[in-house]
């Protein structure tokens, strides 16, 4: 195995650096929730630790709007404030960090044959003709952001003309053999891949190349190709209970009938989009996900939301993923930190990090600072402010604000605003969110692909659930990888998850978080160059020689908590998120987290929503 050493960036990172300072899109290893961002906020929530915040120095610095988290959430509420009270608007953002963007994050890697940018987590948009409000729509606009132009920058054509498909590849631990099964011709939920260009096999010879028994594989069969009513004897309104409260594994058990070896092929068919297994993943939900069973149900239409999810091509995609929205947000908030105006020049538009947090801009934006705690107090005016704790380097301070909007992970805020209510501080606490890794790797060539016939492999019991080719997007003066020859980022998913163990959603998240937090970056290494060397040797993979680079985005909080009828109560669920966003005086609260919806739209909506209550207190005169 390649020495660890050899993953990590170069002393001058990338092209794009700005060569005074590290850059941290450039850096590979550990990224994400990297070490040295989470500890401070660890001290506070789990490990008990408390400070004397009064005793903290008080910066001689005011600001209009203090955000704390500067994800796509917090830099939508700070944009969102300085287009209401124009640029002369005093605004700091806070984030623990050592980039901008949260979970849409961006990844560089300099390669001798060019550039290469991946992403690092936020990956596309989802729907957005169909399901984002005229309100998100508008604020990206004034980012200057086409959907149209970003739809027509992706080449969906790409990888069907080159006669590559989608396959499952079942690893010999669990199967007893390495293989590559390719031909799937199925389609996903937030499909980029046109249907009528699959280059799908008949599902018989498909599955007829599986590793199972000709009775698992007649079983299978029939599960795909005949429409049977699993459900007979039951009402339509019957039906559709007992599939928001059971689970697609307990359908394919106890309704299909399906055995144990071939139920584990759909076992981490959810990981992706879910960020839980079949076991956790209720049959309702299952049936969005285009899996198979529901046919001969006789059921209604999914709502327009779902159906759009299913239908619509998922193809709204910057080659950096969301980082390149909170881009464009942070130029707009911060000119001097890039050129640039557009949303095609900001894919390799140069970012002078030095300029984020400087005395002369009326924004700043401050790194490796995680916000400790946010106090309602009165200004020396006789007007409502708030105090502002955030710990940087080891050292405490505070910063004082007439607003707060807090756009961080929504778990943590009991811990960081003791003025919330103890019912708010329980509705707060529910939104425990889905640890989930995407790593990008970077490989020498991708014939091995091309030898098997795939772009994007589907493993439902490898570590990574889902090893893709790039998407393959030329956009801003950039260009995805043409020659199978060249270098080429793959794009890999990894859910910690609890196969099997009967816990809710919730508690397998966070004993998954546990042990993703108890992984250090060379067991990732070791568990990715195995991995890929068991599916791709076959077809000439030498992970020794053809992994040039590897970064390892771990996000223990990753998706937004979203409501899940095997545990939830849907009207219940309603009424604990609208108790877990209210304002706390001058405090709101953002992120996705308090719409529990893992979404950018969703990010981009409760970033703003916080800041017109903000406003509208101010309009009302509070104090």
Not at 486 to 492: E, G, N
Request: aromatic share 8%.
């Amino acid at each position: 195995m390649a020495p660890v050493d050899l993953l990590r960036a170069a002393p001058r990172g990338s092209e794009l650096a700005h060569q005074t300072l590290e850059y941290p899109p450039a850096l590979t290893g550990m990224r994400g929730s990297h070490e040295g961002s989470y500890e401070d906020a660890h001290h506070i929530s789990r490990d008990g630790k408390s400070y004397d915040y009064n005793e903290a120095p008080l910066l001689d610095e005011f600001y209009d709007l203090i955000v704390v988290g500067a994800g796509i959430s917090g830099l939508a509420a700070a944009y969102h404030y300085q287009q209401q009270l124009g640029p002369d608007a005093k605004i700091l953002l806070l984030d623990n960090h050592d980039d901008f963007g949260g979970h849409a994050r961006r990844n560089e890697f300099t390669t001798p044959d060019g550039l290469l940018i991946g992403y690092g987590g936020s990956e596309s948009l989802q729907s957005p003709r169909s399901i984002f409000s005229q309100e998100v729509l508008q604020f990206m606009s004034s980012l200057g952001v086409n959907i149209d132009e970003l739809e027509n920058s992706f080449n969906v054509n790409f990888y069907p003309d080159l006669g590559l498909g989608r396959g499952v590849y079942f690893d010999a631990k669990t199967f007893g053999v390495d293989k590559v099964v390719a031909g799937d011709p199925g389609y996903n939920v937030a499909d980029e891949i046109p249907r009528d260009r699959i280059n799908g096999r008949p599902i018989a010879e498909f599955i007829n190349d599986f590793p199972f028994n000709d009775q698992d594989k007649a079983d299978l069969l029939a599960l795909f190709e005949e429409d049977v009513d699993y459900l007979a004897g039951m009402t339509t309104d019957e039906k559709s209970d007992w599939l928001d409260t059971h689970s697609y594994a307990q359908f394919l058990r106890e309704k299909v009938g399906l055995s144990e070896h071939v139920m584990l092929y759909f076992q981490r068919s959810t990981d992706d989009f879910m960020a839980v297994g079949i076991d956790a993943t209720c049959c309702s939900d299952a049936r969005m996900c285009a899996l198979p069973g529901f046919e001969g149900l006789g059921l209604p239409d999914m709502d327009e939301e779902s159906q759009a999810e299913l239908d619509d091509p998922y193809t709204f995609h910057f080659p950096d993923g969301n980082a390149s929205l909170t881009r464009l947000m942070v130029r707009k908030l911060i000119p001097a930190v890039a050129p640039g105006t557009t949303m095609h020049d900001v894919v390799l538009a140069k970012f002078d990090y030095s300029q984020l947090d400087k005395p002369e801009h009326n924004v700043r934006l401050r790194l490796n600072s995680t916000g400790l705690n946010a106090q309602n107090i009165t200004l020396e005016d006789g007007s409502a402010g708030v105090v502002v704790a955030y710990i940087q380097k080891q050292q405490l301070h505070r910063v004082r604000a007439r607003h707060t909007v807090m756009a961080g992970y929504n778990m943590m805020i009991p811990h960081m605003v003791p003025e919330a209510s103890k019912e708010q501080k329980q509705a707060l606490r529910e939104n425990v969110k889905a640890p989930l890794v995407y790593t990008s790797v970077v490989i020498r060539n991708w014939q091995s692909f091309i030898k098997l016939g795939v772009h994007d492999i589907y493993c439902p019991t490898a570590p990574y659930c889902m090893v893709k080719l790039d998407f393959p997007v030329n956009m801003g003066g950039y260009k995805h990888p043409t020659s199978p020859d060249k270098p080429v980022v793959l794009h890999m998913v990894y859910v910690p998850n609890l196969a099997g163990s009967a816990l809710s959603a919730r508690e397998q998240s966070r004993k998954g978080r546990a042990m993703l937090l108890g992984m250090s970056f060379a067991e990732h290494e070791k568990m990715i160059r195995e991995q890929l060397q068991d599916m791709l040797g076959s077809a000439g993979f030498n992970h020794e020689e053809d992994v040039m680079a590897i970064t390892v985005n771990r996000w223990s909080h990753g998706y937004s908590y979203s409501v899940n009828t095997l545990f939830d109560d849907e009207d219940e669920a309603d009424k604990i998120i609208e108790t877990a966003r209210q304002p706390i005086g001058n405090i709101t609260i953002a992120n996705s987290d308090s719409d529990w919806s893992p979404y950018a739209h969703s990010a981009i909506e409760q970033g703003i929503r916080a800041v017109d209550e903000l406003l509208a207190m101010r309009a009302g005169g509070a104090k």
